[in-house]
C-alpha cells in the first residue's frame, strides 16, 4: 500500500498533464489484434483486405480459395467485425459468399465451434483462417445448419458432390434455391 | 443543520492513531475536511451498485462524487435500486440518483453526467482522486482501465511516478457472488493483467440453435441470433423497445412448441436476449460497503488497504475470501515498457535495426512491428507490403514527438511491448 495523497498539499495540480480535449486512443482490443495482424501469415489461397484502410483493422475481409476438396475452384469471402472486447470475445464472422454448405446457412451465419462456444483468448485470427479452412475441406454433416445440405451429404454424398462442384464452378440451384458461381463476392 | 454526532464514527478513524493505519497517516481533523471539501470521487454506473455506493459514499464522508451512467431508469431496477421510484421510470439514472443523494444527505454536491464513458475526455476523469466502478461489463471495465492506466507515468529507475496515478475500485456482483478488487495502476495488477480470470460468456453451439433445440433458451437464443437478421434485416433490435421484445418472445413460442419444448416465457425472453443475471440487493449491498471502505482507506490512510481482491459468495452462508492477484510485468496496458534513445530523424527502420541490436530489447525480437496507437507504422504479416513504405521515413514524422509511445509487436513477445521515444537532443534538428 501507497499514500498517494498528501492531504496537507491538498491537490497540486500537474501542468504537464497533456490530456486536454483527447480520449482513450486505443481499446485494448485492438491492441491485442496488432499483435495477430501482425504475426497473421497467410497461406496463398487465403487474402486478407482492410476496407476502411491499414490503420482500421477492427473490420476485414478474408477471401478463400479452397486447394483442395469439393469447394476446390471457388472463392468465399468472409467478414470479420473484431468486438472492442477482444480477445475476451470472439470475432464476428460471417460468410457473405453465397454456399451450399452443411456448416454454412444462407444468411452466411456460420457453425464453427471456435467462433462461439469453444473460444479462448488464446485464439487468434490465424487460428479462424485455419478453422475455416478446414470447414471447407471437411464439412460436418453432424453439426448442421443446412440442414437439407447435411441430409444430402449424408445419404446422397455423390449427388452432393456433384451439386456442390456445379454451384461452385458455374452456379446452379439447389432444392428451388439459386448458388451463383463462387467467385468471392457478396452474393449472400 | 448539523446533526449532533454525524461524524462521531468517522472522526474516530481519522482522528486517532493505529496500529493498522496506512503509510504516512497523520490523524487530525483537516483529513476530513479533505474528504468534504477538497476530495473528488467519481461513481462510474448508477443501477444496483451505484445507487448503494452513492449512499454509502455520501454517508461516509465524501462531500464531492460524480455519478456517470448512460442508462435510463427501468420499471424492472425499483426492486433495488432504491433511489428510484415509479415516477421515475424513463429518466436518467444519473440525474435522479444525484438529486435523491442531495436531498436525502445534507452536505454532498453529486454532480450527474448522463452519457457513456466513451463520450468523456481524459481530462474529465483526470480531476478525480479516485474512480469506483459498479460496472455489469467486462468492456466497460476494459475502458476504463484504459482510461486510468493512460495516466501513468513512471520515472527513469521504472517506478510509477505516484502524481501520475489514477487509482480505481471494482465492484461487481451476480446473483449471490460479488467481489470488491482495488487497482492501483504501476502498483496492483490492472484488468488487463488478469483478463484471463474472467470466465467466457456461455455460448450455445449455432447448430444446436438451428437443429438440435433442448431448452427453453436455445429457442430464445434462435430467435435473436438466426431469426432476427433473417426476417427483420433493416431494424437493429432494441432490447428496451416492447414491440422487439414480444417479437422475439412470440418466435421463441412457436419455435418450442415446434419442438415439444416447455418453458418459454416473456420474462425468460427478457432474461436470455438482455443477458439477465438476477440481482440480488444484499450482494450489491455487502460489495458496494466493502468498495466505498477502500475508497476512504485509499484517501485517507486511516488503514491500509484491501490487497487486492476480495470474492464474497452468498450462495450458501457467507464466505469471502481475499487474494492478491499478481501484476503482469509485461502487461502491454500497464507495465512500465522501457525508454528508447533516437533522434528524431532516425528513419523506421534504423529504429527497428537499434531495438534489435540493444542488448536487454534485442534478445525479445526477432522480426518486429511497431504501431503508434491505432496507427500501424510498420506490420509484418498481412499489412507487410501496405506498411513498408514507412521504413525510410524519419520517426518525427510518424510519431506526435518527443515522449511518444510506440508498441513493439513480436512472436518472441507475449503481448505488445511499450517503448517511449526519447529524442535527445544529440545530432538532426528537433522536430516539433
Known amino acids: 500500500m501507497i499514500r498517494l495523497f498528501s492531504v496537507r498539499e491538498k491537490q497540486k495540480k500537474d501542468a504537464a498533464a497533456a490530456a486536454n480535449g483527447k480520449t482513450v486512443k486505443q481499446s485494448a482490443g485492438e491492441l491485442r489484434l496488432q499483435k495477430d495482424i501482425s504475426e497473421l501469415d497467410l497461406p496463398k489461397n487465403v487474402s486478407i483486405r482492410f476496407p476502411n484502410g491499414n490503420d482500421k483493422i477492427m473490420n476485414f475481409e478474408i477471401t478463400l480459395k479452397p486447394d483442395e476438396g469439393l469447394y476446390k475452384g471457388g472463392a468465399f469471402l468472409f467478414t470479420f467485425a473484431v468486438p472492442t472486447g477482444y480477445p475476451h470475445d470472439p470475432p464476428k464472422v460471417k460468410c457473405v459468399t453465397k454456399v451450399y454448405h452443411p456448416n454454412i446457412d444462407l444468411e452466411g451465419n456460420i457453425c464453427l465451434n471456435i467462433l462461439r462456444e469453444d473460444w479462448k483468448p488464446v485464439l487468434s485470427i490465424s487460428a479462424i483462417v485455419y478453422g475455416l479452412t478446414y470447414l471447407f475441406l471437411s464439412p460436418n454433416a453432424d453439426d448442421p445448419l443446412n440442414k437439407e445440405a447435411a441430409a444430402m451429404m449424408q445419404q446422397s454424398p455423390a449427388q452432393f458432390e456433384r451439386v456442390v462442384s456445379q454451384s461452385v464452378a458455374r452456379g446452379c440451384s439447389i432444392g428451388g434455391e439459386f448458388f451463383p458461381a463462387a467467385r468471392g463476392d457478396r452474393s449472400g | ?432
Open chain 2, 1 to 432: 443543520m448539523e446533526l449532533e454526532g454525524r461524524w462521531r464514527d468517522l472522526d474516530y478513524l481519522l482522528n486517532r492513531q493505529g496500529n493498522v493505519v496506512g503509510p504516512g497517516f497523520e490523524p487530525g481533523p483537516e483529513i476530513r475536511e479533505f474528504l468534504q471539501s477538497d476530495c473528488r470521487v467519481l461513481v462510474v454506473g448508477a443501477g444496483g451498485l451505484g445507487c448503494e455506493l452513492l449512499k454509502d459514499l455520501a454517508l461516509s464522508g465524501f462531500g464531492c462524487i460524480d455519478v456517470i451512467d448512460m442508462d435510463t431508469i427501468d420499471v424492472s431496477n425499483l426492486n433495488r435500486q432504491f433511489l428510484f421510484r415509479m415516477q421515475d421510470v424513463g429518466q436518467s439514472k444519473a440525474n435522479i440518483a444525484a438529486q435523491r443523494i442531495m436531498q436525502r444527505i445534507s452536505g454532498v454536491k453529486v454532480t450527474p453526467h448522463h452519457c457513456m464513458i466513451q463520450e468523456k475526455t481524459l481530462d474529465f476523469y483526470e480531476q478525480f482522486h479516485v474512480i469506483v466502478l459498479g460496472l455489469d461489463s467486462l468492456e466497460a471495465r476494459r475502458y476504463m482501465n484504459s482510461v486510468a492506466c493512460s495516466f501513468l507515468e513512471y520515472d527513469e529507475d521504472g517506478q510509477p511516478d505516484l502524481a501520475t496515478v489514477k487509482p480505481m475500485i471494482d465492484g461487481g456482483t451476480e446473483g449471490f457472488k460479488g467481489h470488491a478488487r482495488v487497482l492501483i495502476p504501476g502498483i496492483t495488477p490492472c484488468f488487463e493483467c488478469t483478463l484471463w480470470l474472467f470466465p467466457p460468456q456461455t455460448k450455445f453451439p449455432l447448430c444446436t440453435l438451428a437443429e438440435t433445440p433442448r431448452s427453453p433458451a436455445h429457442c430464445i437464443e434462435y430467435a435473436k441470433i438466426i431469426l432476427w437478421p433473417k426476417e427483420r434485416p433493416d431494424d437493429t433490435f432494441d432490447a428496451d423497445c416492447e414491440e422487439h421484445m414480444r417479437w422475439m418472445y412470440d418466435k421463441a413460442l412457436a419455435r418450442a412448441s415446434e419442438f415439444g419444448i416447455q418453458g418459454v416465457t416473456y420474462q425468460l425472453t427478457q432474461g436470455v436476449v438482455k443477458n439477465i443475471i438476477p440481482a440480488i440487493a444484499s450482494t450489491n449491498a455487502i460489495v458496494a460497503a466493502q468498495c466505498t471502505l477502500e475508497a476512504l482507506k485509499l484517501v485517507t490512510m486511516c488503514s491500509s488497504g484491501l490487497n487486492n481482491y476480495m470474492m464474497y459468495s452468498g450462495t450458501d452462508g457467507v464466505y469471502t475470501l481475499t487474494t492478491p492477484y499478481e501484476r503482469d510485468d509485461k502487461c502491454p496496458i500497464c507495465s512500465a515498457g522501457v525508454s528508447f534513445d533516437a533522434a528524431p530523424s532516425t528513419t523506421l527502420q534504423e529504429l527497428i535495426d537499434m531495438l534489435m541490436k540493444d542488448p536487454d530489447l534485442g534478445k525479445h525480437l526477432s522480426a518486429p512491428s511497431v504501431s503508434y496507437g491505432s496507427t500501424n507504422l510498420y506490420m509484418r504479416g498481412a499489412l507487410e507490403q501496405q506498411t513498408r513504405p514507412n521504413l525510410e521515413k524519419p520517426i518525427s514524422e510518424l510519431v506526435d514527438g518527443d515522449g511518444s509511445v510506440i508498441h513493439i509487436n513480436d512472436r518472441q513477445l507475449v503481448a505488445a511491448m511499450k517503448v517511449r521515444l526519447k529524442f535527445g537532443p544529440s545530432n538532426g534538428e528537433m522536430d516539433s
